[in-house]
């Protein structure tokens, strides 16, 4: 299954340090990272120069980067744009040094017990702004679903996608975000399948969020996956594990909950082993 599909993941699960992340992406057979953080540090917050320096360990050691794993849109709608927009214009600088034509963002944290489409306006403006500086730049913005955003339930990302979608902006799909929105998944997969560019393997159980190895929760990962490859996807499937506590989390997650496992490669290797039975 998924033969043409190409392996990549979030190194920084790993360990903090490179180095580590490297050693176990190779013991794996794992050729592709989705560049989130290395040395401790968010990929966003890289100097041109120190990205130029990252990248030239990585391609010493045969690793590729599939897609920069950045924070942009991981904002409140309400938080000032400007400075964040300059983030974004450095994260698209740092894609191009890394050979990646991809960039994962986010729709924006939407103040919490209020309708998201009381600031659709707000988003879409942002959104708007953000593809065409993509088009220009020649990037693709890849949108993830994700908790409190204005694109947690496929409803919402579907609005984006049918204003935005083309070359420059796509969807990466998540199925344990999903989960932990209560959005059931094979349902918003045929919502968004026009739509998706990119996967994200992680799974998590409805009834309390808690993330799981692939296809051992309730986001239907086997299912919809064979759905990919009677599809012909031949895409990147993103490991992305969730299954322990790793340097960062708190600045990527809302209310990170306690993870079952402590040790980065012991989980990572779990969710790589998980992965690889399903499509073998």
């Known amino acids: ?37 290395a040395n401790g540090k968010s990929i966003a917050d890289y100097t041109l120069e120190e990205a130029k320096a990252l990248k030239k360990y990585l391609k010493e050691n045969q690793i590729n980067v599939s897609a920069i794993g950045s ?33 994962r963002m986010f729709s924006f944290f939407i103040p919490e017990v209020e309708n998201p489409e009381n600031y659709s306006k707000e988003v879409f403006a942002r959104m708007k702004r953000m593809v065409d500086y993509a088009k220009e730049q020649k990037v693709v913005l890849l949108h993830e679903n994700e908790k409190g955003i204005y694109g947690a339930m496929a409803l919402q990302c579907q609005k984006l996608f049918e204003s935005f979608y083309g070359d420059n902006f796509k969807a990466t799909f998540d199925f344990a975000n999903f989960v932990q929105c209560k959005q059931e998944t094979v349902e918003a997969y045929e919502m968004l399948k026009p739509y998706i560019e990119y996967i994200h393997i992680k799974d998590a159980l409805w009834d ?11 986001g239907n990962v086997k299912e919809i996956l064979q759905k990919l490859d009677q ?20 600045n990527l997650e809302k209310n990170p909950e306690k993870r079952q496992l402590t040790d980065g490669e012991a989980a990572y290797t779990i969710a790589y082993q998980a992965l690889m039975k399903l499509i073998k």
């Open 1 to 37: 299954m998924l033969k043409n599909a190409i392996i990549t993941g979030f190194a920084d699960e790993i360990h903090r340090d490179v180095e580590v992340q490297v050693k176990l992406m190779k013991e794996l057979g794992i050729s592709y990272l989705e560049l989130r953080s």
């Open 71 to 103: 924070p942009i849109g991981k904002i409140q709608i309400t938080d000032e744009f400007e400075s964040h927009f300059n983030v974004f214009k450095n994260v698209v600088e740092i894609a191009k040094i890394m050979e990646t034509p991809y960039i």
């Open 231 to 250: 599809e012909g996807y031949c895409g990147f499937l993103s490991l992305e594990p969730h299954l322990t506590e790793f340097e960062g989390l708190k």
């Open 208 to 218: 309390n969020g808690k993330v799981v190895p692939a296809a051992q929760g309730d």
